[in-house]
């Protein structure tokens, strides 16, 4: 085979390689990429060369959030199947604080937000905005886990701790084990905004950002099917 | 979506590509969007729990497909995950997730019912029973 053949099997396959009939668009958008700079390739299957190390770490850093997850799924099925478990003591209509749950969801959500805000700010390589936005993020999140321990706090005084009951048991494990990741994601998020300021944004910043992220934005998916689960569908009861 | 694809690809520059075609306003616009959304979303179900629009046992079914709806949300305006070529293996490896959590949480739930049934046939109270025991 010619150089030159080998050229053109590589133009053909450039045309849709593994992009099945998708690729259509992106020729026409043409701008971005088309022009010679190789990033619009699809990567990870051998044409235009190794997926970026940004997508390779993506990856893996998201196969361990699902494992997280899975985590997190056996601690929900066990307090599903413990729901009506109360032994006697209170059963969470009448321990659970709608208003602060809805602020918690309320900060939570935000916080996801301005970390999504983080990750524009830090692709557009600001400084200033990156770390304003972090900020925001780690003080949104402090004031969850403030509120969710004032919470906890209560019921511990109030008698109803985690030795209360199987239902307590229960709820204080999955929503205890959230916290506790917000907690770490807490602190990862203060190294990340040292790291930013003093490295500036070198591309392994660049990708640790990016689990950051990912990490943070999964806490809140998780968030959601706690307060549905646990305390919206456990309030009925 | 081809949008959304091309701000991604975006996201993969790496040191030495040219970032000046970068639109930050687009992506912020993306996320502004995916929070209005959520907060619809979250909004929905809070206000699930005091309405009486909805008969009451269908509330919890209610709530789980505005959850499963929020999670998709999270999903492709936070998390980003599309159907972009680079993105097939984070499709893939949570649908296999999804598999997992399905069967953990279905499946407890399943047998520990039957359990339950079985533990405790018509729940009749332990006196009644002491008695048919003479």
């Known amino acids: ?27 026409r958008g043409g701008g971005h990429g088309g022009g010679g700079h190789g990033h619009d390739h699809a990567t990870g299957h051998g044409q235009g060369g190794p997926a970026s190390k940004r997508v390779i770490v993506g990856y893996g850093f998201w196969l361990f959030l699902l ?28 321990l659970f604080n709608p208003t602060s749950i809805a602020l918690e969801t309320a900060c939570l959500l935000l916080s996801s937000f301005t970390c999504g805000l983080s990750q524009v700010a830090a692709d557009a390589r600001n400084q200033i905005m990156t770390q304003l936005t972090l900020a925001v993020t780690g003080l949104l999140g402090l004031t969850f886990l403030l509120l969710e321990a004032h919470d906890f706090a209560g019921m511990i005084a109030a008698g109803d701790g985690p030795q209360r009951s199987a239902f307590l048991s229960s709820f204080f494990a999955v929503v205890g084990c959230h916290g506790a990741h917000v907690t770490a994601g807490l602190l990862w998020l203060g190294t990340m905004m040292a790291q930013v300021f003093f490295k500036g944004f070198r591309p392994n910043i660049m990708r640790r950002l990016l689990c950051f992220n990912l990490f943070w934005h999964v806490l809140d998916i998780i968030w959601v099917a706690l307060f549905t689960i646990v305390y919206l569908i456990g309030e009925g009861r | ?24 306003w687009d992506e912020i616009q993306g996320y502004l969007f995916g929070l209005a959304l959520a907060v619809g979303l979250t909004a ?9 629009l909805i008969w009451g046992p269908g509330i919890a079914v209610a709530l789980a497909v505005l959850a499963v709806a929020q999670i998709g949300v999270h999903l492709v305006f936070f998390l980003h995950l599309t159907t972009a070529p680079d993105n097939t293996n984070n499709v893939l490896a949570l649908a296999f997730g999804v598999v997992i959590v399905a069967m953990i949480i279905g499946g407890s739930l399943w047998i520990m019912n039957h359990l339950d049934d079985r533990m405790m046939p018509n729940m009749m109270p332990m006196d009644q029973i002491m008695q048919m025991q003479r």
């Open chain 2, 1 to 24: 979506m081809s949008e959304r694809n091309g701000n991604h690809d975006q996201g993969d520059l790496t040191a030495g590509q040219d970032p000046s075609s970068y639109s930050a």
């Open chain 2, 44 to 52: 929905a179900s809070f206000a699930m729990v005091h309405t009486n």
């Open chain 1, 67 to 94: 494992s997280d997850i899975v985590l997190f799924s056996c601690l929900f099925a066990a307090h599903a199947v413990l729901q009506t478990a109360t032994a006697g003591g209170p059963s969470g209509r009448q």
């Open chain 1, 1 to 27: 085979m010619s150089a030159t053949d080998a050229v053109a099997g590589g133009r053909d396959w450039d045309a849709d390689p593994y992009k099945l009939g998708r690729g259509d668009r992106d020729g």
